[in-house]
């Protein structure tokens, strides 16, 4: 019972951190030991060195974007996999921010800063209830402008994938694509990608 206790009190702390802790967080010695053999067992994961977290917490998707980088918005893979466009899923939440914008950032959950221009960043933006969080994140259309945009850092084969499970969508907006497409100045390279997939 008493090490039942203390992995109730370990997994209660956790919670009230928001799902995970440093280890500096924890000043009781007892505590400290249970939470390695929490790790050990599978119930408490190790992210990096001192960074601890419920493996719950982990399987999220979405963060409260607001609360931990004010004014950012979801972009690239983590847009990408939220329209299933990509079955590449982001090690990191990609927020998108202005240039020259300084953010602190903690130490968890991991996020990968984007900095864009203002009409870059300003382009697309919508906003979806996603895991009970209200998130702003580019729109379908967007995202799918940002994989043309960017097809040489993420590999030719994600951004086709990207733009031929596009192209099968019901929910699609060709209009919409071609308007953002020309004042990302990505028109002509997206209509040539669009021509050899079809």
């Not at 939440?93 to 960043?121: G, M, N, T």
Request: glycine content about 6%; proline content about 4%; hydrophobic content about 40%.
């Amino acid at each position: 019972m008493h090490g039942d206790l203390w992995i109730m009190t370990v997994v209660s702390f956790i919670h009230e951190h928001g799902g995970y802790i440093r280890a500096k967080d924890i000043d009781n010695r007892a505590m400290y030991d249970q939470l390695l053999a929490e790790v050990a067992n599978g119930n408490v994961v190790r992210i990096r060195n001192g960074i601890y977290a419920l493996p719950e917490e982990m399987a999220k998707t979405m963060i409260d974007v607001e609360k931990i980088v004010p004014g950012g918005v979801v972009c690239m893979y983590s847009a990408w996999a939220y329209y299933e466009l990509t079955t590449k899923l982001p090690p990191d939440i990609c927020i998108a921010i202005e240039k020259k914008r300084k953010v602190i950032l903690p130490d968890y959950p991991p996020v990968a800063l984007y900095y864009w221009s203002q009409s870059a960043f300003e382009l697309g933006v919508s906003e979806r209830e996603i895991e009970g969080y209200k998130v702003r994140i580019y729109d379908l259309e967007k995202s799918v402008c940002d994989a043309v945009k960017f097809r040489n850092k993420i590999g030719i084969d994600i951004s086709s994938e990207i733009l031929k499970n596009y192209l099968v969508r019901s929910d699609r907006n060709l209009t919409r694509l071609n308007e953002y497409a020309k004042k990302m100045r990505v028109a002509n390279i997206m209509n040539g990608l669009i021509d050899y997939l079809v």
